[in-house]
């Protein structure tokens, strides 16, 4: 047997996920001096995970990375293997058996819970529903979000706790030409909220927003950003953090945040946004729905930049019908591939997937937010899955076998065995055409198309 | 919006940034990195990355800064695009330094 990685034996490499860390991860193989055949295997018939079913509908710009995808796709020695579920569909141990290597980069798909009693209250939905759903995302195609409540609230700090409340925040005008899904904008010209309450557990000068999505709230045209002014005093822990020269980013929050506290408020427009700091939910309240949030006022203690919230026992009552909660999220295990319960995380060193015990298992990879969980954005992923594949690549003498891998045509058996139908990149452009074409007239950038057997009948078509 | 690379890159050339870029839009030459507009889909991943805060977008680029939108524009798209991390330029610690970083 010839060495691994020639043009006689090409490294052979199963992806899991489609997302951005998938992409980043198969980009770099490709472009690597080792000569490689990527199958990328995706659970929906769509690829490009978050940046298709995460990134808000009014950041189409962000969605341009797309572009790049394609042309990794477009590579020779790239193959989608999507409509496929990896773990029940086919295993693990298969990929194992039918590649040199496997890399999981399949995200982070469900939420941290809060942990407080009422929380699965009818009314009390994650963040991840309510993204998915105006979204498109086919799993939660059927979702009902109830928005004839006028006071909603929204638990995080982050760009997600953002995106959330912008969406609810927009008019139907400002989101329409936009790709999000009709089910979506056709709910939300209903919507009957007046009040939307952002609550964080630490102080402005903790929220982690990035400052350019913090100013879209100051762009809105029918709703009012508000702070109050006796929010913006800050500890000297604070001030201090604020100082720090490398802190830029909370200080042009910061900054954002007094500019909203000075704002006089618009009674023209017909909704609020409040921004509540040091705060926290203690208990969700209601009989058969959700009627009422007891929140707890927090305060800060510990060093600067340590400083974590501390409930002080005085509480304030809010009625509201809906809440998301947005405050992390967490990876969800894979048949035949440890997991780190409490992070929610695959266990692993640089991307070498290991046991809990730390020990390297062979074969098997992670990148993105499944490695390292759910922090930075789409770019992060790009170092991390670099890092990954230089792992994967440094190890090539020990992932040379002794039998031959067959690659994708083993997967393929596999799959005609249990009637499980795939779905390839040429497959996929058909929708991607489809979905452009019917979006045109609604000058929409696409209509989505929002169930996976509409997408497998386009292909059939 | 526009996301551009100002005066405190040159001669650092700390490249930091360019490990996080989705879209590969850095460009290089012997001084500093300058982004491509119209590669750039303004994701702000790169900004926090630079150590010597060299990175605005935006209405965050402060005014005495503006002309490198345009030096940004006109030069990126005809120098080769920077991929990976680079070696800093000689002398970019004590140029960090100087800028107070």
């Keep these: 047997m010839s060495t691994l990685g020639t043009e006689e034996n090409p490294l052979l490499v199963a992806i899991v996920g489609s997302g951005p860390s998938g992409f980043y991860a198969a980009e770099a193989l490709i472009k690597s001096e080792v000569n490689v055949k990527v199958d990328t295997l995706e659970r929906l018939p769509s690829p490009y995970g978050l940046v298709r079913s995460g990134v808000a509908p009014d950041h189409q710009k962000l969605k341009q990375v797309i572009a790049l995808y394609q042309k990794t796709a477009d590579s020779p020695d790239f193959n989608l293997i999507a409509n496929v579920n990896v773990g029940t569909d086919i295993t693990i141990e298969e990929l194992c058996q039918s590649h040199h290597a496997v890399i999981i980069t399949s995200g982070a798909e469900t939420d941290r819970k809060l942990g407080v009693p009422g929380e699965d209250l009818n009314g009390s939905y994650t963040a991840t529903e309510f993204v998915g759903w105006y979204n498109g995302h086919p799993d939660y195609r059927d979702r009902e979000f109830d928005l004839s409540h006028e006071v909603a609230v929204i638990i995080g700090q982050g760009n997600v706790a953002a995106d959330v409340s912008r969406i609810l925040a927009k008019t139907v005008d400002e989101l329409k030409h936009t790709d999000i899904a009709q089910h979506a904008l056709d709910t939300l010209a209903e919507s009957k909220i007046k009040e939307i309450h952002v609550i964080g557990r630490r102080g ?15 762009e809105l045209s029918d709703c009012n950003s508000i702070v109050r002014e006796e929010d913006m005093l800050l500890n000297s822990e604070s001030e201090a953090e604020l100082q720090e020269k490398s802190n830029i980013a909370s200080k042009k929050i910061y900054e954002q945040f007094c500019e909203f506290s000075k704002r006089e408020v618009d009674p023209a427009k017909s909704r609020n946004c409040y921004f509540n700091f040091l705060m926290g939910p203690k208990e969700l309240i209601g009989e058969t729905k959700l009627e009422k949030i007891i929140l707890e006022k927090n305060q800060l203690s510990g060093e600067a930049f340590k400083q974590s919230a501390r409930g002080t026992g005085e509480t304030i009552e809010l009625e509201t019908g809906i809440l998301f909660r947005s405050i992390g999220y967490r990876g969800v295990p894979i048949a035949g591939v440890p997991f780190h319960e409490s992070w929610g995380t695959i266990p692993n060193e640089n991307g070498r997937i290991t046991d809990n015990d730390g020990n390297i298992i062979p074969k098997l990879y992670a990148a993105g937010w499944i490695k390292r969980g759910p922090s930075g954005i789409i770019g992060t992923n790009r170092a991390c899955s670099v890092e990954t594949v230089q792992c994967l690549l440094e190890d090539l003498e020990k992932l040379a076998d002794k ?59 | ?96 330094a100087a800028l107070g970083f």
């Design chain 1, 204 to 218: 402005p000068a903790q929220a982690k927003f990035t400052p350019k999505e913090l100013r879209e709230f100051g």
């Design chain 1, 403 to 461: 039998t031959n891998k067959a690659g994708a045509e083993e997967i393929y058996s596999i799959l005609n065995k249990k009637n499980i139908r795939y779905v390839n990149f040429d497959d996929w452009k058909k929708v991607d055409a489809k979905e452009i074409e019917v979006g045109d007239p609604k000058g929409k950038p696409r209509e989505k198309f929002t169930y996976v057997d509409e997408m497998l009948s386009v292909i059939d078509s």
């Design chain 2, 1 to 96: 919006m526009t996301t551009i690379v100002t005066e405190n890159c040159k001669n650092c050339r700390f490249t930091d940034c360019v490990t996080v870029c989705p879209v590969a839009c850095f460009h290089y030459d012997d001084e500093m990195l300058y982004i491509d507009p119209d590669t750039c889909i303004d994701c702000s991943a790169c900004i926090p990355e630079c150590p010597v805060q060299a990175i605005f977008e935006g209405d965050d680029i402060p005014e005495d800064q503006e002309q490198w939108i345009e030096i940004n524009a006109e030069k990126a798209p005809d120098l080769p695009v920077c991929e990976e991390q680079m070696e800093p330029l000689p002398g970019a610690e004590e140029r960090k």
